[in-house]
């Protein structure tokens, strides 16, 4: 039997013993990732079985099709794109035993503590610190995160900070799994320019981190964050979507339902960006095969770049076409949405937010260097401050 | 629905490295520039190698008229390997497009297409795209920019919403200085009546093998940029100024990083379109309007990049960018345009344009 059908079969009979009518949401939930029907792509005993990542598809879709409910994977996109793939890279069995489970099931949200105000593009310059407490052998970390999405409905958190400030400063950073429960823990919602506040400063004070929740060695910090920015560039670039998905489908029916804004400069542009969205999506398509047995390597960056292009390229084309329309907005009221939404709202809405896919998770210019850089092996910057340990380096 | 697979099969890998030998062996760049100065002793040789050694000319015939039965899926990595080396050889116009165009009659000739021991053409301009009027030569007449008629001694001529085979004898064929001497036009005169009908409809056939053409063209145009983007990794990998390696310049490398984005955008939809032409699919129309709008111009891009970034080396005769240049541009114009695919896609798709 074909490793499809075997799945198939499986889904079927756990679909029989647990119907979806009648069980509880998360109860299902948790015998999904019991079966190994998670994500298959994990390993046995980790809501996976193993099996290549391109069956997942058709797994949600039999579990879609049955009625079954989800676990709202947008509602936890930084945990299950992100957190999850780089614990089960770098997890100890208990860390993987402790967090994977209720992280899929949805019942603990999780949100990156990566940027700060002086470290973005340079998230190598992070300046939170964590000091090993040698008497309770816990980490306390001090210092300030910012644009952190999510924060507010978030349970726990990746983290960086700095744990040695003698060695240079990509050697001296250590990643941690944080609990945004902790007193010490202080999340205010930082508004943007949507008018919505999606993401947030954190300030940590005295916030203590057993060592129990530190992933990866002491040190290994930038090596493990890496691996989670490889995944977070699939995420938000290599999303698979049917023809016409996302932003290009609003646009194409925005088209349709206006004839009278038709123009032959319009329709060009329409037209270029229909063709991008589709090249995108097939290569999107490609790239998980060549995923399907590997882990990402930095060739989801030029997804990436080409899916923010593309999302802004297409959201400006829309207000245009929607003329005096295009010159309204839904809603400037401060709220702070459950997850993030790229497509949702109105035209205005969609327009602003764009602009954030060529920053978030790595700008345009970043992942351009990266490209050139690691996959395409040309030189890299002249930089001064790779040997110098970071107690040294100008701030 | 599963995605069809766009990552190549090892029979296709064994293929395209059995074409890039015999490339790599029979023709390098300085073959190719000979060309243009009108040297075309090449062609025949190495179109009889790669024809009936590797059995190209027969790929996409089916096993029972003597061919090898391969699909459009094998098709699709010869001719990134052709593109990729900008050789001089018939496959696309006769291997492709004539004998798709006999598919559906299973004419005899094709048995003689298959074995290599005729070549063929269909007699429309290069530039014809799959939906565009053909030539009617009905009463006879003359059709201009016809690509593989130099190397053809078979014709395949639209007359009269059939398709009648002319021996090459008797015509008239004309070669044209053209952009791209690696695949030289010529203007093909017919006589009236000249030559026999192909059973069937013969005007169906040449849409389906125009169609089926420009596909592939996809994937030779995704050779072409690979070719021009390595080649430009490679040269500002190691030129120098200003003390250091040019390459290391941000502006370039955010440029190359751009070209390598799109040309492995151009390798997926080049993929599809050829897999979709392989599983007989409806989407094909859709699938090769996308195809040919984006690795037309792709080609195009990478061809233009590789030449500005050799700098004065790019305008050099002495280096091959040129020949990579004509190639592409010819190849953007070659059966349709990108921007007469993309008024044929929003029909398609149904994204008019105009007021209503
Ligand atoms: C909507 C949104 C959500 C976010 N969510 C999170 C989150 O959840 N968690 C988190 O940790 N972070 C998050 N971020 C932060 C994001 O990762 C950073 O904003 C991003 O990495 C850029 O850093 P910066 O803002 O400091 O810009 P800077 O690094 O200051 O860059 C300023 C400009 O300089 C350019 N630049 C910088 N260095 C170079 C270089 N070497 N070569 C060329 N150009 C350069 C940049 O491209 C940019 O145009 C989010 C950001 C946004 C917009």
């Given at each position: 039997m074909s490793a499809r059908d075997d799945l198939a079969r499986r889904v079927v009979e756990f679909l029989a013993e647990h119907d979806p009518d009648t069980t509880d949401r998360v109860e299902f939930l948790r015998a999904r990732y019991d079966a190994g029907l998670a994500w298959v792509a994990f390993p046995e005993g980790h809501g996976g079985l193993g099996l290549s990542r391109s069956l997942q598809a058709e797994v949600d879709r039999l579990f879609a099709e049955a009625g079954a409910p989800d676990n709202n994977p947008r509602a936890n996109g930084i945990g299950l794109g992100m957190a999850a793939p780089t614990i089960l890279a770098f997890g100890t069995e208990e860390q993987k035993e402790r967090f994977l489970k209720p992280l899929w099931t949805g019942e603990e949200i999780w949100c990156q503590l990566f940027s700060e105000p002086g470290a973005g593009s340079d998230l190598a310059a992070l300046a939170t610190r964590a000091v090993r407490d040698e008497a309770s052998g816990e980490w306390v970390v001090n210092g300030q995160k910012v644009w952190t999405s999510g924060a507010q409905n978030a349970r726990f958190a990746i983290l960086v900070a700095r744990t040695d400030v003698d060695v240079p400063k990509h050697r001296g950073m250590t990643y941690f799994l944080a609990d945004m429960t902790d007193p010490g823990v202080d999340v205010r919602p930082l508004r943007q320019v949507t008018g919505e506040a999606e993401f947030n400063e954190v300030f940590l004070s005295d916030v203590r981190i057993p060592d129990t929740q530190r992933l990866g060695d002491e040190g290994q910090g930038w090596q493990v964050a890496n691996f989670t920015l490889n995944n977070e560039r699939v995420a938000i670039g290599g999303r698979a979507l049917p023809r016409e998905g996302g932003m290009v489908g609003i646009v194409s029916q925005t088209w349709r339902d206006r004839p009278e804004a038709r123009t032959p400069e319009l329709h060009d542009r329409l037209l270029r960006s229909w063709v991008e969205a589709e090249v995108a999506r097939l290569t999107g398509v490609r790239l998980r095969q060549k995923l399907a047995q590997g882990v990402p390597g930095p060739e989801g960056a030029a997804m990436k770049l080409s899916f923010a292009r593309l999302n802004q390229q297409l959201s400006g084309l829309e207000l245009e076409l929607l003329g005096e329309d295009g010159l309204r907005y839904s809603d400037w009221t401060m709220v702070r949405p459950e997850h993030v939404d790229f497509t949702g709202r109105d035209a205005g809405y969609r327009y602003l937010r764009a602009k954030g896919n060529s920053i978030e998770g790595g700008t345009s210019e970043i992942l351009r260097n990266i490209v050139a850089e690691r996959v395409l092996g040309l030189p890299a910057e002249a930089r001064g401050d790779k040997d110098v340990p970071f107690k040294e380096l100008p701030r | 629905m599963t995605d069809l697979d766009l990552l190549p099969t090892d029979i296709e890998e064994d293929l395209r490295a059995s074409v890039r030998g015999v490339l790599d062996r029979r023709c390098g760049p300085d073959t190719v520039a000979a060309m243009y100065d009108g040297d075309r002793a090449v062609v025949e040789p190495l179109w009889r190698a790669m024809a009936v050694e590797l059995g190209l000319a027969g790929l996409l015939v089916p096993e029972s008229l003597g061919g090898s039965g391969a699909t459009a899926r094998e098709a699709a990595a010869v001719m990134e390997e052709l593109g990729r080396a900008c050789a001089p050889v018939p496959f696309l116009t006769s291997?492709?497009?004539?004998?798709?165009?006999?598919?559906?009659?299973?004419?005899?000739?094709?048995?003689?297409?298959?074995?290599?021991?005729?070549?063929?053409?269909?007699?429309?301009?290069?530039?014809?795209?799959?939906?565009?009027?053909?030539?009617?030569?009905?009463?006879?007449?003359?059709?201009?920019?016809?690509?593989?008629?130099?190397?053809?001694?078979?014709?395949?001529?639209?007359?009269?919403?059939?398709?009648?085979?002319?021996?090459?004898?008797?015509?008239?064929?004309?070669?044209?200085?053209?952009?791209?001497?690696?695949?030289?036009?010529?203007?093909?005169?017919?006589?009236?009546?000249?030559?026999?009908?192909?059973?069937?409809?013969?005007?169906?056939?040449?849409?389906?093998?125009?169609?089926?053409?420009?596909?592939?063209?996809?994937?030779?145009?995704?050779?072409?940029?690979?070719?021009?983007?390595?080649?430009?990794?490679?040269?500002?990998?190691?030129?120098?100024?200003?003390?250091?390696?040019?390459?290391?310049?941000?502006?370039?490398?955010?440029?190359?990083?751009?070209?390598?984005?799109?040309?492995?955008?151009?390798?997926?939809?080049?993929?599809?379109?050829?897999?979709?032409?392989?599983?007989?699919?409806?989407?094909?129309?859709?699938?090769?309007?996308?195809?040919?709008?984006?690795?037309?111009?792709?080609?195009?891009?990478?061809?233009?990049?590789?030449?500005?970034?050799?700098?004065?080396?790019?305008?050099?005769?002495?280096?091959?960018?040129?020949?990579?240049?004509?190639?592409?541009?010819?190849?953007?114009?070659?059966?349709?345009?990108?921007?007469?695919?993309?008024?044929?896609?929003?029909?398609?798709?149904?994204?008019?344009?105009?007021?209503?």
């Open positions: - | 291997a492709v497009i004539a004998t798709t165009s006999l598919l559906p009659s299973g004419d005899e000739l094709l048995g003689a297409l298959a074995a290599g021991e005729r070549t063929g053409a269909l007699v429309v301009p290069f530039s014809t795209a799959p939906d565009a009027p053909l030539p009617d030569l009905a009463e006879g007449g003359t059709v201009r920019s016809v690509a593989g008629a130099l190397e053809a001694d078979v014709l395949l001529v639209p007359a009269g919403g059939t398709l009648r085979v002319v021996d090459a004898t008797e015509a008239g064929v004309e070669p044209v200085v053209s952009l791209d001497m690696s695949r030289q036009l010529a203007d093909v005169t017919v006589p009236a009546g000249a030559g026999r009908a192909v059973e069937g409809d013969g005007e169906a056939a040449a849409r389906a093998a125009l169609l089926a053409g420009a596909a592939l063209l996809a994937s030779e145009q995704h050779g072409v940029a690979s070719w021009c983007l390595r080649e430009t990794i490679g040269y500002v990998g190691q030129r120098r100024q200003f003390g250091r390696v040019v390459g290391g310049f941000q502006a370039l490398k955010h440029r190359l990083a751009d070209l390598f984005a799109e040309t492995e955008q151009a390798a997926a939809t080049a993929a599809y379109a050829a897999a979709v032409l392989a599983a007989e699919d409806a989407d094909l129309p859709i699938a090769t309007a996308v195809a040919q709008s984006w690795c037309s111009e792709v080609a195009v891009h990478a061809a233009e990049e590789a030449l500005q970034l050799h700098g004065g080396v790019g305008m050099t005769w002495e280096y091959p960018v040129h020949l990579y240049l004509k190639r592409a541009k010819a190849d953007q114009i070659a059966l349709g345009t990108p921007g007469a695919h993309r008024a044929r896609l929003a029909t398609l798709v149904d994204l008019p344009g105009g007021t209503a």
